[in-house]
């Protein structure tokens, strides 16, 4: 069936340090892509998207790009900050089927100063 | 600009009580309505979704129910909430298109004892 795996976290990272969130989907055709995120105590977020193979989805930084070839989606920062310190879930939208989002897991990124 | 309401943002209720939890969409208009429930630890899962007044589509069979009386306002609720209902609850919200990501609420966490 369609699912979402992301990496397990918590990912504890240095300020300045680069960043990777792996993210792989299962699902039929090729659907969008979303990365989200959620900011303690707060709801999700849109970070970032991309709805086609290629496509690359980028926003404050963060990049990833839609690989149809590994059905992957992975999440990647150069530079990371203190304020990044999120939860971060890969998401997609299928063609068919339910109009709804698919989530992984949530991975819990920690910045240090 | 759309804003989505979600309430209250913290519940605490006691075994078998009811539960209702409330969900309005404002600057919108027949919007696709999401109910996701966020266990402790765990990631987002997709609990009911809502594609017009009256239209619930559940996922997983529980001990919630969600109902659509109006285009924008959306209500989860449970007749006896067991202790397995604490968590996260987030309502969210998308337009009609193919590719619209998802704005979510800042949602509700209840705490069942």
């Known amino acids: 069936g369609n699912s979402v795996t992301q990496m397990e976290g918590p990912v504890t990272l240095s300020e300045e340090a680069f960043l990777t969130i792996n993210c792989t989907y299962t699902?039929?055709?090729?659907?969008?892509l979303f990365w989200y995120v959620q900011y303690p105590g707060e709801g999700l977020q849109l970070l970032l998207k991309a709805t086609k193979a290629d496509d690359k989805g980028s926003n404050k930084g963060f990049e990833a790009t839609y690989r149809k070839e590994t059905t992957s989606f992975h999440l990647e920062k150069g530079s990371v900050q203190v304020s990044d310190s999120a939860v971060y879930f890969c998401?997609?939208?299928?063609?068919?089927?339910?109009?709804?989002?698919?989530f992984g897991s949530g991975t819990r990124l920690q910045v240090q100063p | 600009s759309q804003t989505i309401h979600q309430w209250p943002a913290t519940l605490v209720q006691p075994v078998g009580s009811p539960l209702s939890l409330e969900c309005t969409v404002e600057?919108?208009?027949?919007?696709?309505l999401y109910w996701y429930r966020q266990a402790a630890g765990r990631g987002l899962q997709l609990l009911f979704y809502s594609v017009g007044i009256g239209q619930i589509s559940s996922e997983v069979p529980q001990n919630l129910s969600a109902s659509r009386p109006q285009d924008r306002q959306f209500i989860l609720s449970s007749k006896k909430l067991l202790l397995s209902d604490s968590g996260f609850y987030l309502c969210?919200?998308?337009?009609?298109?193919?590719?619209?990501?998802?704005?979510f609420g800042n949602g509700t966490r209840l705490t069942v004892t």
């Open positions: 969210a919200w998308s337009a009609r298109g193919m590719d619209s990501p998802l704005h």
């Open positions: 600057g919108t208009s027949n919007p696709n």
């Open positions: 998401a997609f939208l299928s063609v068919t089927g339910r109009r709804a989002l698919t």
């Open positions: 699902a039929t055709g090729y659907p969008s």
